[in-house]
T-cell receptor, first 115, second 111 residues
Framework: DAGITQSPRHKVTETGTPVTLRCHQT?????MYWYRQDPGHGLRLIHYSYGVKDTDKGEVSDGYSVSRSKTEDFLLTLESATSSQTSVYFC??????????????FGDGTRLSIL | DQQVKQNSPSLSVQEGRISILNCDYT??????FLWYKKYPAEGPTFLISISSIKDKNEDGRFTVFLNKSAKHLSLHIVPSQPGDSAVYFCAASGGFQKLVFGTGTRLLVSP
């Protein structure tokens, strides 16, 4: 299994509070991604990173920010959590040295509930 | 606008029979297609992929077929096993490894 650790695994918080989720990898992969999974939507890309301090927006980036100060860590921050951000969040990594179509490997997710 | 669609939310199959999961896409710029399997409380696990220059890729019990003219791909599992029971996601890559996922199909394989 790819060495990907997401923390926390579960979190309950209140509307309006900031929340930070962490993704840590031990594979030294260049690319890292944050997705959210919701019923009826599959997985949707929030933000991704293609190197240290290099990040870009995905499909559903509003209300989220990311940071990557080290190769191994990719942080997702909800600046002011809203109930619509209740979801399961997945981190993924990939190494494009294998060329286009290299699969992404996923962590086990963080279940976030915002009350 | 759903660019990748899995129109069957669920599928039930008997052990030993073939499971066929379907996926349709709308964006002709997609150049790679992947299938992932997901168990509850775990992350998706990569199963098999296919490049847009091919029409078939096989890996053990899993075969993916791509029909570019119809913008359709399917995953065949033969023979199906109870351990295959999971949610299967189809995904498409349009460059820079940004994946677009379908909504998933829940497969139940009964003994």
């Amino acid at each position: 299994d790819a060495g990907i650790t997401q923390s926390p695994r579960h979190k309950v918080t209140e509307t309006g509070t900031p929340v930070t989720l962490r993704c840590h990898q031990t594979e030294n992969h260049r690319y890292m991604y944050w997705y959210r999974q919701d019923p009826g939507h599959g997985l949707r890309l929030i933000h991704y990173s293609y190197g240290v301090k290099d990040t870009d927006k995905g499909e559903v980036s509003d209300g989220y920010s990311v940071s990557r100060s080290k190769t191994e860590d990719f942080l997702l921050t909800l600046e002011s959590a809203t109930s619509s951000q209740t979801s399961v969040y997945f981190c993924a990594i990939s190494d494009q040295t294998g060329g286009a179509g290299q699969p992404q490997h996923f962590g086990d997710g963080t279940r976030l509930s915002i009350l | 606008d759903q660019q990748v669609k899995q129109n069957s939310p669920s599928l039930s199959v008997q052990e030993g029979r073939i499971s066929i999961l379907n996926c349709d896409y709308t964006n002709s710029m997609f150049d790679y297609f992947l299938w992932y399997k997901k168990y509850p409380a775990e992350g998706p696990t990569f199963l098999i992929s296919i490049s847009s220059i091919k029409d078939k890729n096989e890996d053990g019990r899993f075969t993916v077929f791509l029909n570019k003219s119809a913008k359709h791909l399917s995953l065949h599992i033969v023979p199906s096993q109870p351990g295959d029971s999971a949610v299967y996601f189809c995904a498409a890559s349009g460059g820079f490894q940004k994946l677009v996922f379908g909504t998933g199909t829940r497969l139940l394989v009964s003994p």
